[in-house]
Structure formats: C-alpha cells, structure tokens
C-alpha cells in the first residue's frame, strides 16, 4: 500500500468553526492533491500542490485554503466550516505527471 | 477545457454476465493520460489502469479489459462474467500532460463515476 495517512478520519464540528484536515505521506512523492466525493458528482479536486510552497487550485477551491511547508505533509483547511462542506474528503499522490495516483482512505467530514 | 463523462449512473446485472461501464473524455492536449480506479463499499480508491494517449492498444487483465479509441474519446472498461466481488463505484479520470507554464500538469479529472451492482 501506497504509505499516504489522513487524519482524522472522521470529524464533526459546528458550522462557523475552522477546521483542518491532514495529509501524511513517506512515498517522498512531488504531487498532492485534495478531492471532495459527493452523491452524483464523483471526486472533485480541490487543491493540489506540486512542491513545496507551490499550492494551486482546483474546480472547488472556494471556502478552502492549504499549506505545504513540508514534502511530506499537505494541509487542507475550511476556514469557516458550511454545511455544504460536509463530505468525504481524499488526499491523493503520485510522484510524476501523468503517473498514478494513490489515495488515502479518506476523512468523512460533517458540519452541523 | 477537460471533461470525463460517464452516463451510465447505475448499471445492475446478474453474477456472470458481461458488462461493459463507458468513458467519454474531452481535451485539448495531445498528451494525456486515463486511468480508471474502483471504489467499493468500504470506500477505498483502487487503481485498475493507466493509459497513455499514444498507447491505443487494447488491453486484457484477466477478467477485465479496456478499449481505447481516440477517434470517439472513449475509454470503455468492459468486465467478463461478473462476479458479486466487482460490486462497487467504477471512475474514469484523465490527467493531462505536464504544462511549462505553472508547473499545471498531473491533475486528475475524474468523471462521475458508474455504480455497478452484480447480483447472485
């Protein structure tokens, strides 16, 4: 298996309140990615970065923000947590363009 | 702009029939890549393949097999005598090549996935 770890896995928190998901990886891989899986619109990427530092965004970026200051790490956080946030969110990484993606086992988020 | 549609929804079929999931893409590029991952109902993302655009080679993996044809954007998976085991979420994605400007490449589009429903 692919040596990515999420955490939490599950979290519930209240609407209003930050909240910030983790991405662990020991694969040393240059990609990270963030998706969103909701009912009928499959996985949505919500940031990515491609070292270091370098963060961009993707289709459903808005009311997210991330960090990078480590290789290893990729932080997602909901600066104010919406109900519309509630989802199961999926860190994923791969080490070349084009190469395959491996995924975490994802954190079910709700907000109440 | 990049796109994968997958039509299918819902497919259900009986324990050994063949059943064949569609993948539609839209892209600009040249140099793409598609895979497809499955998803079951513990909800792990499992990788099943990668395709380069260059490769349109058909390919066979045991009960599976994927039909690649650029002139219709289409990746078609197709799996041979179901079994209740490949009861799962099934997605196809596309990720396009490296661009030189702002490092933008490597990022997955995934359709909306096609749940598969096998029944003894």
């Known amino acids: 298996d692919a040596g990515i770890t999420q955490s939490p896995r599950h979290k519930v928190t209240e609407t209003g309140t930050p909240v910030t998901l983790r991405c662990h990886q020991t694969e040393n891989h240059r990609y990270m990615y963030w998706y969103r899986q909701d009912p009928g619109h499959g996985l949505r990427l919500i940031h990515y970065?491609?070292?270091?530092?370098?963060?961009d965004k993707g289709e459903v970026s808005d009311g997210y923000s991330v960090s990078r200051s480590k290789t290893e790490d990729f932080l997602l956080t909901l600066e104010s947590a919406t109900s519309s946030q509630t989802s199961v969110y999926f860190c994923a990484i791969s080490d070349l363009d084009g190469s395959v993606a491996f995924f975490g086992q994802g954190t079910r988020l709700t907000v109440v | 702009a990049q796109k994968v549609t997958q039509a299918q929804t819902e497919i259900s079929v009986v324990e050994k029939e063949d059943v064949t999931l569609d993948c539609v893409y839209e892209?600009?590029?040249?140099?793409?890549?598609l895979f497809w991952y499955k998803q079951p109902p513990s909800g792990e993302l499992v990788f099943l393949i990668r395709r380069n655009s260059f490769d349109e080679q058909n390919e066979i993996s045991g009960r599976y097999s994927w039909n690649f044809q650029k002139s219709t954007s289409s990746f078609n998976f197709t799996i041979t005598a179901s079994q209740v085991v490949d009861s799962a979420v099934y997605f196809c994605a596309l990720s396009e090549a490296t661009r030189q400007v702002r490092n933008q490449g490597g990022k997955l589009i995934f359709g909306q996935g096609t749940e598969l429903s096998v029944k003894p």
């Open positions: 970065s491609y070292g270091v530092k370098d963060t």
């Open positions: 892209t600009r590029d040249t140099t793409y890549y």
